[in-house]
Structure formats: C-alpha cells, structure tokens
C-alpha cells in the first residue's frame, strides 16, 4: 500500500484503503476511488470519538433519572424522582446542548452552568436563591456519579465547585427559630377545629406526624385495641403520589394514648377495608394539604386568635411538647424520624435547656473510688 495525501488513506493498486482502529484494533476498508475512501476515514474517527465519549448528556439523563434507585440506604421516592427530572429538564437540559456527550462534560462545563443558574439571563422574575441553585445541581451531581459507576466518566466534574454564597445586601442572621404554638395556644386552636377535622389535627399535634404521613395512614397501621395502641408510618403521600417516607428513618411506631384511640376507632366507617385510607375525601381520595390550611386551619387560627401557623407547626409543637416533658435527643430523632439526632439537635436545641450546670470540681471527682 502506498500512503495518499491523507493521514490513514493508502493506494492499491487501482482502490483506496482506509485504515482506522476501534477500540485498539485495527481496521481497513477499501473503496474505488480516494474521495470515498478519507469519507470512510473521516466518517469512522468521528465514530470513534462518539463511542469513545459515550451516550449524549441529554439522553442518558432522562434515562438514569427514570431508573436511579437512590444512595446510601434510602431508596429514592417517587416524589423526588418528579422534583429531579423538573429540574433537569427546567435548568440541565435547558442550558447545556443536545450534542453533548456525558464524557466530554468537564468541571469548567459545570461551573459555567453554575454561573448562569447565578444570573438566569433574560429571567424576568427574581434571581435564583443560593439553596435553588444547590438543589438544581443536585441531579445532575449524583447523574454524573451514575456515570462514572458506567465508566464514562473517571471523576465526577460537578464536584469541588464555587458555589454562591450570596447575603443579598444584608447582615448575616443567625437560623430562624421553629414556630411551634404553646399549650394556651395549642388548646384555643384545637377548640376551633371543625368537629370532622377534629381527630387528625389532634393526631398531629399528639404524634408530631408529617402530614404526608398522616394522610397516608390506612386502618391496618393503626394498633388500637391493646393496653399500648399504636400508630405504624409507613407511606407518605406528596403531591397526590403515595411513596415511602421521607427516609428510611422516617418507618416508626408512635405510642398514642387511648383517649386518642378510642377517637380514632370511633371514626371508623362500617365494613372498612385493612387498606382504606384513615383521613380521606369522599369516594376515598387522599385529604389535601392545601385544602386543610386553607379551609380548616386558617379559618380555625383566626377564630382561635393565634398567629397564623401552618400544618408542620403542629409538629414542631408537638417537639416542644416532649422536650419539656423530658425526651431525650436521641428519643426525640426516632420519635420524629429525623436521619440523626445532630439534625434533631440543631432543628429543635434551642428548645433544650442549654444550662451548664455547676463547674467540675476535679478535686471531688477524682477522690471517688475506681469502679
């Protein structure tokens, strides 16, 4: 064969070889004139480049966000699957192009798409918070994990980035406090409660239950006939969609008193199944959210003369509650289904009582025997 005027194209005789490799082989193919063979040479080294790269970034995000079993011990929810694929498609898709194959997104790629979330050009409503732009960069961050476990990646670009951290023209603030009602307010609100919502809303403030997981609750979590009744979380409904909880640590059993039990068994429909909902609309939908702090709670706050509150007030209450009654941090994360008492702590510990105590009299303590 003898070598042409293009890299990898040779003569033979009256044909033209290209010569190109795949994947470490060797390959050749002939045509009859020299135009078509540097095509075949051209048109095989792009395909090369393709296969080395890997699948477009587009594609291969749509799907790994329709299979992504979650991290760590949680399996992911189907409402986080929902929130994932809105902000791929909504930011992700939006600013990086179709032809963008997964193993040629860099960290320079990402941090400019960090910097556009920042400014949003052309955005006519308010700038992106600080916390929007880490959960936008969320799927993305944990897709490219997908795709290093595939070998199209070896580190994971989206990691190790400058992040805003904006204070929009103000003074730092320390972390807003949780509202939570006192038992003068809890009571007067409580007593304005329509009689129908009367029962679930003493649930939430007795049990601190998310209320995607008490609207959740079918007849066959409820433990009501025993000495020690008992409620089981084990499904929330967000948006409509029932899935798991929150996390793993969100499965639990609330001991509830029998005053509670005996009200919740009293509502109970003749001939309900196991598996029909506790709190539901007629026909057996799932209860609204949004309907009962518009229609219920809201009406009922202002009767009662408290500030106005929301739904997870009554689980913040329901914290406070048990933190004056004595809980320890550790009892007070598996009772809410908090991921660690750390959270716990810092979402509830300006409720503990955060006195020292007496100085350590080393003197004292080191006379005392050895056990």
Known sequence: MRRTSHPGVYRRGTRYVAVYRVEGRQHKESAPTFAQARAIKLAREVEAREQAAGPMLHAYALDWVAGYPGCGHDAIGQHTRVEYHRLLSTFVLKYFPSDLAVGDVDRDAVQAFVQ?????????????????????????????DTAISDGLLTENPAFGLVLPRRRAGGPWRAREERRFLTRNELRRLLAEIPDDWQVLFDLLAATGLRISEAIALRWSDLTLDTPAPRLFVRRAIVSGVVGSPKSRHGVRAIPITPVLAAALAGRRPEGA????????????????????????????????????????????????????????????QRWMGHHSAAYTLEAYGHLIDGHLGPALDLAIELAQPVP
């Open 273 to 332: 199944d196991e598996d029909d909902l506790v709190f539901s609309r007629p026909g057996g939908q799932p209860v609204r959210p949004d309907y009962l702090r518009a229609h219920v709670l809201k009406p009922a706050a202002l009767r009662a003369g408290v500030p106005p509150c929301g739904l997870h007030t009554f689980r913040h209450t329901c914290a406070a509650l048990l933190i004056a009654a004595g809980a320890s941090p550790l009892q007070l």
């Open 116 to 144: 556009w979330l920042a400014r949003r050009p052309g955005r006519r409503c308010s700038r992106l918070s600080d916390q929007s732009i880490h959960n936008a960069l969320t799927p993305l961050r944990r897709c490219l």
